[in-house]
């Protein structure tokens, strides 16, 4: 028992940096959780004439949707081109707000499609850093 306090210098030194770099562990990964990564504050960005707005669920992008530029009214779509056989491929976004403008219109597919296409440009935009420039 008597020994047990009476530890050479080293030992203490020893234990010393031990708690230490357990202390820095602790704190790198208390930091580490807490700090978002720079892409996550991107959540808007102007595209094919709408602005979208979305949401990171993790670093998957969720809910986007679009938004008319000029007022600022929740688009609807209009994907009917998609659904009569040889038709154009398209969905277009629609302001109401605005006479029933055309906002945006994204050709390939329908309102599914369109989103993906969205959400493809955005991490698009991410992976290259271009989108630090808005
Ligand atoms: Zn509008």
Redesign the pocket.
Known sequence: MVDSYSLPGWAWLLIFILALIGLINIYLAIKGESEEPEFKSYVEDLMHGANWRWSWTGNQISNVWCF??????T?VYDDSFCRTFGQINKTDFI????NC?V?ASISGGDKDYATGAVKREISRRVRTGEYKKH
């Not at 008319?68 to 009214?73: H, Q, S």
């Not at 302001?95 to 605005?98: A, G, L, P, R, V």
């Open positions: 008319c530029p000029r007022c600022d009214a688009l302001c109401e707000n605005c403008t906002v």
